[in-house]
Protein backbone atom coordinates (compact mmCIF):
# COMPACT_ATOMS: atom_id res chain seq x y z
CA UNK A 1 0.00 0.00 0.00
CA UNK A 2 1.03 3.50 -0.80
CA UNK A 3 2.27 6.03 1.84
CA UNK A 4 -0.65 8.16 0.27
CA UNK A 5 -3.35 5.68 0.86
CA UNK A 6 -2.05 4.51 3.78
CA UNK A 7 -2.02 8.08 5.28
CA UNK A 8 -6.00 8.59 3.61
CA UNK A 9 -7.24 5.01 5.07
CA UNK A 10 -6.23 6.50 8.59
CA UNK A 11 -7.98 9.66 8.44
CA UNK A 12 -10.90 8.14 7.49
CA UNK A 13 -10.92 5.25 10.33
CA UNK A 14 -10.55 8.28 12.67
CA UNK A 15 -13.20 10.07 11.46
CA UNK A 16 -14.86 6.49 11.80
CA UNK A 17 -14.04 6.19 15.35
CA UNK A 18 -15.04 9.20 16.15
CA UNK A 19 -18.61 9.01 15.07
CA UNK A 20 -18.81 5.69 16.55
CA UNK A 21 -17.23 6.43 20.03
CA UNK A 22 -19.04 9.87 20.20
CA UNK A 23 -22.55 9.69 22.69
CA UNK A 24 -25.20 12.53 23.33
CA UNK A 25 -27.24 13.37 26.63
CA UNK A 26 -29.50 15.94 26.72
CA UNK A 27 -29.05 17.82 30.59
CA UNK A 28 -31.79 20.14 31.88
CA UNK A 29 -33.23 20.48 28.73
CA UNK A 30 -30.90 23.07 27.55
CA UNK A 31 -27.55 21.61 27.62
CA UNK A 32 -26.07 18.36 25.83
CA UNK A 33 -23.26 16.60 27.16
CA UNK A 34 -21.20 15.28 24.42
CA UNK A 35 -18.86 12.15 25.74
CA UNK A 36 -15.99 11.74 23.22
CA UNK A 37 -13.77 8.81 22.92
CA UNK A 38 -10.57 11.08 23.72
CA UNK A 39 -8.96 9.72 27.01
CA UNK A 40 -7.61 12.37 29.71
CA UNK A 41 -4.73 11.50 32.38
CA UNK A 42 -7.28 9.77 34.23
CA UNK A 43 -8.23 7.39 31.10
CA UNK A 44 -11.68 9.05 31.73
CA UNK A 45 -13.59 10.20 28.51
CA UNK A 46 -13.56 13.81 27.81
CA UNK A 47 -16.53 15.00 27.73
CA UNK A 48 -17.89 18.98 26.26
CA UNK A 49 -21.35 20.56 26.80
CA UNK A 50 -23.47 22.48 24.17
CA UNK A 51 -25.92 24.66 24.06
CA UNK A 52 -28.27 26.85 21.68
CA UNK A 53 -27.39 30.77 22.01
CA UNK A 54 -28.06 33.72 19.98
CA UNK A 55 -28.76 31.84 16.58
CA UNK A 56 -25.39 29.56 17.13
CA UNK A 57 -24.43 27.01 19.99
CA UNK A 58 -21.77 27.46 22.60
CA UNK A 59 -19.25 24.78 23.14
CA UNK A 60 -17.74 24.74 26.81
CA UNK A 61 -15.84 22.08 29.05
CA UNK A 62 -17.36 23.91 32.60
CA UNK A 63 -14.22 24.39 34.02
CA UNK A 64 -13.28 20.74 33.93
CA UNK A 65 -9.09 20.81 32.23
CA UNK A 66 -8.68 23.58 34.47
CA UNK A 67 -10.08 22.43 37.99
CA UNK A 68 -8.52 18.86 37.42
CA UNK A 69 -5.31 20.50 36.83
CA UNK A 70 -5.53 22.77 39.95
CA UNK A 71 -6.94 19.76 41.93
CA UNK A 72 -3.98 17.88 41.36
CA UNK A 73 -1.45 20.73 42.56
CA UNK A 74 -0.76 22.88 39.56
CA UNK A 75 -0.52 26.01 40.07
CA UNK A 76 -2.06 27.94 36.90
CA UNK A 77 -2.15 31.36 37.87
CA UNK A 78 1.22 32.85 37.64
CA UNK A 79 1.87 35.28 34.70
CA UNK A 80 4.25 33.25 32.81
CA UNK A 81 1.56 30.34 33.06
CA UNK A 82 -1.11 32.51 32.64
CA UNK A 83 0.64 33.38 29.10
CA UNK A 84 1.16 30.13 27.96
CA UNK A 85 -1.81 28.75 28.88
CA UNK A 86 -3.68 32.08 26.93
CA UNK A 87 -1.68 31.05 23.99
CA UNK A 88 -2.26 27.75 23.43
CA UNK A 89 -5.72 28.37 23.58
CA UNK A 90 -5.43 31.25 20.93
CA UNK A 91 -3.83 28.89 18.74
CA UNK A 92 -7.17 26.80 18.88
CA UNK A 93 -9.50 30.09 18.43
CA UNK A 94 -10.88 29.21 22.05
CA UNK A 95 -11.20 31.59 25.36
CA UNK A 96 -11.04 31.35 29.00
CA UNK A 97 -14.22 32.41 30.36
CA UNK A 98 -14.75 31.75 34.10
CA UNK A 99 -11.74 29.16 34.23
CA UNK A 100 -13.94 27.62 31.29
CA UNK A 101 -12.28 26.76 27.97
CA UNK A 102 -15.22 27.98 26.06
CA UNK A 103 -15.96 28.59 22.15
CA UNK A 104 -19.07 29.94 19.89
CA UNK A 105 -20.00 27.61 17.36
CA UNK A 106 -22.61 27.92 14.07
CA UNK A 107 -24.39 25.24 12.15
CA UNK A 108 -21.93 25.64 9.24
CA UNK A 109 -18.73 25.17 11.76
CA UNK A 110 -19.74 22.99 14.57
CA UNK A 111 -17.54 20.43 14.00
CA UNK A 112 -14.80 22.44 13.63
CA UNK A 113 -15.65 24.02 16.55
CA UNK A 114 -16.23 20.84 18.58
CA UNK A 115 -12.43 19.77 17.42
CA UNK A 116 -10.59 23.01 18.48
CA UNK A 117 -11.76 22.85 21.90
CA UNK A 118 -11.11 18.60 22.71
CA UNK A 119 -7.90 19.67 21.10
CA UNK A 120 -7.45 22.54 23.36
CA UNK A 121 -8.18 20.23 26.27
CA UNK A 122 -5.90 17.77 25.28
CA UNK A 123 -2.91 20.23 25.03
CA UNK A 124 -3.42 22.20 28.02
CA UNK A 125 -4.08 18.93 29.88
CA UNK A 126 -0.91 17.35 28.32
CA UNK A 127 1.33 20.79 28.70
CA UNK A 128 0.61 21.65 32.24
CA UNK A 129 0.90 17.75 33.54
CA UNK A 130 3.58 17.32 35.75
CA UNK A 131 3.81 21.13 36.53
CA UNK A 132 3.01 20.98 40.53
CA UNK A 133 5.47 22.33 43.01
CA UNK A 134 7.86 19.90 43.04
CA UNK A 135 8.39 20.53 39.55
CA UNK A 136 10.35 23.70 38.53
CA UNK A 137 9.32 24.09 35.10
CA UNK A 138 7.34 22.63 32.34
CA UNK A 139 8.34 20.26 29.72
CA UNK A 140 7.61 23.02 27.45
CA UNK A 141 9.42 25.31 28.78
CA UNK A 142 12.54 23.11 28.91
CA UNK A 143 12.40 22.48 25.03
CA UNK A 144 12.62 26.18 24.31
CA UNK A 145 15.55 26.57 26.95
CA UNK A 146 17.34 23.82 24.64
CA UNK A 147 16.04 25.36 21.32
CA UNK A 148 17.19 28.82 22.66
CA UNK A 149 20.87 26.87 23.89
CA UNK A 150 21.64 25.49 20.40
CA UNK A 151 20.39 28.29 18.64
CA UNK A 152 17.77 26.90 16.99
CA UNK A 153 15.54 29.41 14.86
CA UNK A 154 11.88 28.84 15.58
CA UNK A 155 7.92 29.35 15.40
CA UNK A 156 5.80 28.81 18.39
CA UNK A 157 2.51 27.53 18.83
CA UNK A 158 2.03 27.27 14.42
CA UNK A 159 -1.58 26.76 13.17
CA UNK A 160 -2.19 25.48 9.79
CA UNK A 161 -5.32 23.93 7.86
CA UNK A 162 -5.62 20.03 7.46
CA UNK A 163 -6.96 18.71 4.32
CA UNK A 164 -10.10 17.69 6.61
CA UNK A 165 -10.65 21.40 6.95
CA UNK A 166 -9.84 21.41 10.92
CA UNK A 167 -6.89 23.63 11.99
CA UNK A 168 -4.00 22.02 13.57
CA UNK A 169 -1.95 23.41 16.19
CA UNK A 170 1.89 22.34 16.54
CA UNK A 171 4.19 23.71 19.15
CA UNK A 172 7.28 24.73 17.06
CA UNK A 173 8.18 25.36 13.07
CA UNK A 174 11.76 25.37 12.00
CA UNK A 175 11.58 27.15 8.87
CA UNK A 176 13.11 25.68 5.84
CA UNK A 177 16.90 26.44 5.23
CA UNK A 178 19.02 25.42 2.38
CA UNK A 179 20.30 21.88 4.14
CA UNK A 180 16.80 21.49 5.84
CA UNK A 181 13.41 21.03 5.16
CA UNK A 182 10.71 22.65 7.14
CA UNK A 183 10.78 21.15 10.56
CA UNK A 184 7.44 20.42 12.57
CA UNK A 185 8.17 19.80 16.48
CA UNK A 186 5.87 18.64 19.07
CA UNK A 187 6.82 18.27 23.00
CA UNK A 188 4.61 15.88 24.04
CA UNK A 189 4.93 15.99 28.30
CA UNK A 190 3.37 12.77 28.86
CA UNK A 191 4.19 9.86 25.72
CA UNK A 192 1.00 7.49 25.70
CA UNK A 193 -1.27 5.77 22.86
CA UNK A 194 -3.85 8.75 23.29
CA UNK A 195 -1.42 11.79 23.24
CA UNK A 196 0.86 10.03 20.09
CA UNK A 197 -2.15 9.26 18.31
CA UNK A 198 -3.52 13.02 18.86
CA UNK A 199 -0.36 14.21 16.93
CA UNK A 200 -0.57 11.32 14.36
CA UNK A 201 -3.60 12.28 13.26
CA UNK A 202 -2.28 16.67 13.54
CA UNK A 203 0.68 15.31 11.39
CA UNK A 204 -1.34 12.77 8.75
CA UNK A 205 -3.77 15.79 8.03
CA UNK A 206 -1.43 18.51 7.27
CA UNK A 207 1.36 16.89 5.28
CA UNK A 208 -0.13 17.06 2.10
CA UNK A 209 -0.47 20.20 2.74
CA UNK A 210 2.92 21.09 3.37
CA UNK A 211 6.22 22.30 1.56
CA UNK A 212 8.00 19.01 -0.06
CA UNK A 213 10.07 17.37 2.34
CA UNK A 214 8.40 18.69 5.78
CA UNK A 215 9.72 16.73 8.53
CA UNK A 216 8.21 15.99 12.02
CA UNK A 217 9.39 15.47 15.00
CA UNK A 218 8.19 14.45 18.66
CA UNK A 219 10.14 15.41 21.37
CA UNK A 220 8.95 13.03 24.22
CA UNK A 221 9.39 13.53 28.13
CA UNK A 222 11.38 9.93 29.13
CA UNK A 223 12.74 11.46 32.88
CA UNK A 224 9.24 11.23 34.21
CA UNK A 225 8.47 8.16 32.61
CA UNK A 226 9.75 5.28 30.47
CA UNK A 227 8.14 5.97 26.58
CA UNK A 228 6.92 2.48 25.28
CA UNK A 229 7.92 0.92 22.33
CA UNK A 230 4.49 0.59 21.05
CA UNK A 231 4.64 4.74 21.02
CA UNK A 232 7.94 4.78 19.49
CA UNK A 233 6.95 2.65 16.90
CA UNK A 234 3.13 4.06 15.96
CA UNK A 235 5.38 7.25 15.93
CA UNK A 236 8.02 5.91 13.34
CA UNK A 237 5.38 4.25 11.25
CA UNK A 238 3.76 7.57 9.96
CA UNK A 239 7.43 9.23 9.29
CA UNK A 240 7.13 10.99 12.54
CA UNK A 241 10.59 11.51 14.13
CA UNK A 242 10.27 10.37 17.59
CA UNK A 243 13.29 11.70 20.14
CA UNK A 244 13.36 10.98 24.04
CA UNK A 245 14.22 14.06 25.91
CA UNK A 246 17.77 12.10 27.14
CA UNK A 247 18.66 11.85 23.17
CA UNK A 248 17.66 15.29 22.55
CA UNK A 249 21.49 16.21 21.28
CA UNK A 250 21.23 13.30 18.84
CA UNK A 251 19.29 15.72 16.93
CA UNK A 252 20.61 19.66 17.32
CA UNK A 253 22.77 19.18 14.04
CA UNK A 254 19.66 18.62 11.88
CA UNK A 255 17.33 21.17 13.70
CA UNK A 256 19.67 24.04 13.98
CA UNK A 257 21.03 23.78 9.90
Partial sequence: ???????????????????????????????????????????????????????????????????????????????????????????????????????????DNFPLRKHSLIQAMLAVNDLFYLAKPVVESLFFEDVVDWLDANEIRYTPKAKFTGISGYDQLFDFVIPKSRKQPERILQAITRPTRETAQSFIYAWADTQKVRSPGSKAYAVLNDVEQTISGGVMDALRNYQIYPVPWSARAEVVTELAA
Fill in 1 to 107: MSMVLEIEKLLNDYRAWLKDKTTLRELNGSWVEITTPYLDRHNDALQIYARAEGGGYILTDDSYTVHDLEASGCNLHTEKRQDLLKMTLNGFGVKLHNEALEVPATA
